[in-house]
């Protein structure tokens, strides 16, 4: 009954979002009606839905309308979220009568893998995607009360125009909730890698964050439709674009450290489609969070700021339906589901080519905004923004060009030198652009000036990079983008920290923190990559128990191999003893996993974390002398990738926090007054 | 600046730098089209010498023959049409095994043996990778 109760809510979801999507169409073409003069010229104001002394008829229905909207748009996300809850009680009951269940998960499973294990799969995962999609749906209904009215109900029905979409693809082509009969008596179980904490917190966090995109591009769409793009619109959208910002940085550097520790391979980032699909959105995502920024605060570039909207949700949407399609881990997966292929394509088509048409058809009634020199913050910014939009164009290549090419029977592949190659010149020089946006005035300002200001920053690269130099000529040989990722790094965090000299830290606005601490962490991320690439030592011995092997500072002791059991797996553990010159002896312990369900080995790495960087031991096979095969790494300060990524991450939460504490004021401060 | 010429100017950068950069990406791809390699390809197109390429097929029975360093293994890797023999240093993946598909990553060697830094195996039951898989059904590559 539950799966039934499940699928239920799901249809009752569907059908609400398609009476949103139709108040909402009645809503526009109600204001459409009584198109206002301050609607047409693009700059409606906060509050000239409200204050108007004579209430027209027409405004009042606008009023009733969205009074009606709200109210569905969260019963909307209620029902989904009661959906995916259904959901997960069927997986951590283990009934094997939902197909899915039965597919995807086993009753030996511990109960977290069998909860995460309930979006560990596509049609759970495009579940948790419309539910996630649905509460903030609900979310924007509630809390959004600045924007116009009318703006406000067609950014709603974007939203379920959206959702929409997803039910139909549930319903019609991957119903979670299908019941299989035979019962079998067990399930399949979940992919061993996927067994890991990671489950429970990467896909939620990367989705919250696709979703997040999803919202700012329906406030785009809202504002196209009623002709409404301007610094209110901006303001609106600016939390939503950052809020996914902040999760999707979550989600990458998070899917990054577990890709690290569980492949086992001590490489962080691979360039594999499905990184590719996660980094895309990011990089879309970061260009809009800069460009709205322009907007809200100068009126500048209003145009650009809608088409990065538009570009960011096309990219969320390849990402997730890439992942989950099963395009890219089979070409063949298309064949055994054609409908399903089909069906996304179709989705995909109708999504981002609406909303290009969309954008074709009402660019023309966005009117330019205020005009600024090509030295200037929003200068810095554009270029900020053309640098991304180009690694973008260069990821999405890359990254569809073997499957559009597998399309016509051409096998290709293209390796992470290649992405490494021509990514990371791009990337180095957004790092310099970075490091003096901040130091640029805002409309206007002298290249002179600028440099005065950038004495600093420039020195201390210049230092770093004589000294890496000498260092690398004196017999470390270092390669050329890790030198230059080290020396701009260090400039860069000289730079990103200028703008608070001579500052009172107590009156410093909170967002002008929450950058200095983002731009400090790209800092770290990116001094971690390069040390990671320029100093890691290896050691791949086959090791006789008790005899010592050295990587980097560290002598490494095999003591033992001895079998361990664990919930749903058995394992083969060896017991290493390292020591770092005459310090204290410790213990790390990486194990052969052995999976029954499904039929699966895997290596579980075993890394020690220390201030100056990361000891990764891995075991491998033994041999017929009695060896085994151990590789072992010494990373320095490896770590600082992910340190960098959570520091990114806070300043947009610090960010975030500044602009919604103001927002709150500025709206009160309106309460008061009306 | 003038303020049309300004909005102007800023979309056709744009559209230069993007356009731009996808030319370049494409120019690119074409040279890395032969990137991927099955045995086959070589005996038809030659060794590509001097550059990191993938050579995908299955790992031929009975091939595997473990080194007496103890990390170093060489097999053969075949498509059915010709074979190429491997040397690998480092930890095998775990579904790494004879009559299984494999892909290689590192270089040939002037002999027509192949040095690989890195092996990808098949992940589950269900997955393969996407050139192993292609390169079961034929022998193909841009080069023909």
Request: aromatic share 10%.
């Amino acid at each position: 009954m539950i799966a039934e109760a499940g699928l239920a809510a799901l249809w009752f979801a569907a059908a609400l979002a398609a009476l949103q999507l139709a108040l909402a169409a009645v809503g526009i073409r109600r204001s459409f009606r009584t198109v206002r003069p301050e609607l047409v010229e693009g700059q409606l104001g906060k509050k000239s839905a409200s204050t108007g002394s004579a209430r027209t008829e027409e405004e009042e229905l606008t009023s009733q309308i969205l009074s009606a909207v709200r109210p569905v748009a969260v019963v909307q996300g209620l029902l989904a979220a009661l959906a995916m809850a259904l959901l997960i009680i069927c997986f951590l009951r283990s009934d094997m009568s939902v197909l899915l269940v039965a597919e995807n998960s086993h009753s030996d499973k511990p109960w977290l893998y069998k909860f995460a294990g309930a979006w560990g799969n596509h049609e759970g995962s495009m579940l948790l995607w419309v539910t996630i999609l649905g509460l903030a749906g609900g979310a924007v209904a509630i809390l959004e009360h600045r924007l116009a009215k009318p703006t406000l109900i067609a950014t709603l029905g974007a939203q379920a125009a959206i959702a929409l979409g997803f039910y139909a693809f549930l319903l019609l082509s991957s119903n979670p909730f299908a019941r299989l009969f035979p019962v079998p008596p067990d399930g399949n179980g979940l992919n061993p890698l996927l067994q890991d904490p990671g489950l429970a917190f990467h896909p939620p966090t990367l989705y919250i964050g696709y979703v997040g995109i999803s919202v700012a591009f329906s406030f785009a769409v809202g504002a196209l439709i009623t002709r409404d793009v301007g610094p209110a619109f901006a303001r609106a959208m600016r939390p939503w674009v950052l809020g996914a910002w902040i999760f999707l940085t979550l989600g990458i550097t998070a899917g990054s450290y577990w890709a690290y520790y569980e492949l086992g391979w001590g490489g962080w980032w691979f360039w594999d489609p499905v990184e590719n699909a996660s980094l895309m959105p990011w990089l879309a995502a970061t260009a809009l969070l800069h460009s709205v920024t322009v907007l809200a605060t100068r009126d500048g570039l209003r145009a650009w700021t809608v088409m990065l909207a538009v570009v960011a949700f096309s990219m969320s949407m390849i990402g997730t339906f890439l992942v989950r399609s099963g395009i890219l881990t089979s070409v063949h997966a298309f064949a055994v589901d054609p409908k399903r292929g089909a069906f996304i394509l179709a989705l995909l088509a109708i999504y981002i080519g609406g909303a290009l048409l969309l954008f074709a058809a009402r660019v023309g009634t966005v009117r330019q905004g205020n005009t600024f020199e090509p030295v200037s913050r929003e200068g810095a910014l554009v270029m900020n923004n053309l640098l991304l939009s180009v690694i973008l164009a260069l990821v999405l290549i890359f990254t569809l060009y073997p499957i559009v090419a597998a399309g016509f029977g051409v096998q290709l592949s293209i390796g992470k030198p290649f992405f490494d190659k021509w990514i990371g010149p791009f990337a180095l020089a957004l790092v310099a652009v970075m490091a003096a946006g901040p130091l640029l005035r805002w409309r206007r300002d002298d290249l002179n000036a600028l440099l005065g200001r950038m004495t600093v920053p420039i020195g201390v690269t210049a230092l770093a990079l004589a000294g890496l130099a000498i260092f690398s000529l004196s017999g470390h040989g270092i390669a050329l983008l890790p030198l230059l990722g080290l020396g701009l790094a260090a400039g860069l965090a000289a730079a990103s920290v200028a703008p608070l000299w001579k500052r009172n830290l107590r009156r410093t606005p909170l967002f002008t923190l929450g950058m200095v601490v983002s731009h400090l962490g790209i800092a770290v991320s990116l001094a971690g990559m390069a040390s990671d690439s320029a100093f890691t030592v290896e050691t791949l011995v086959a090791a006789k128990v008790g005899e010592p092997q050295t990587v980097g500072p560290y002598t490494v002791t095999l003591a033992g191999i001895r079998p361990e059991i664990g919930p749903n797996w058995s394992a083969l553990e060896a017991k290493l003893v390292a020591q770092r010159g005459d310090g204290t002896p410790f213990t790390l312990r990486p194990q052969s996993r052995f999976f029954a369900n499904p039929v699966t080995v895997t290596s579980e790495s075993a890394i020690a974390t220390r201030l100056d960087g990361q000891l990764y031991t891995v075991l491998g096979q033994p041999d017929d002398q009695g060896r085994w095969q151990l590789r072992l790494w010494w990373k320095p300060f490896v770590t600082l990738i992910w340190a960098g990524g959570a520091l990114i991450a806070i300043g947009g939460a610090l960010s975030l926090l500044g602009r919604l504490r103001r927002e709150r004021r500025v709206w009160q401060r309106d309460e008061e007054e009306a | 600046m003038k303020p049309k010429h300004q909005r102007l100017t800023l979309a056709l950068v744009a559209l230069v730098a993007v356009v731009g950069a996808a030319i370049l990406a494409l120019s690119a791809l074409k040279d890395q089209a032969a990137f991927f390699y099955a045995p086959g390809d070589v005996k038809k197109a030659g060794l590509p010498l001097g550059r990191a390429v993938r050579l995908g097929g299955m790992v031929e029975g009975g091939s595997i023959k473990r080194q007496p360093d103890g990390v170093t293994i060489h097999f053969v890797v075949t498509d059915g049409v010709a074979t190429v023999p491997v040397a690998f240093r480092g930890i095998t993946p775990d579904l790494f095994r004879e009559k299984s598909g494999v892909v290689a990553e590192g270089s040939f060697n002037p002999d027509g043996s192949f040095t690989a830094t890195n092996l990808l195996a098949k992940h589950d039951e269900k997955y393969m990778p996407p050139q192993v898989a292609g390169a079961m059904h034929e022998t193909k590559s841009l080069k023909q």
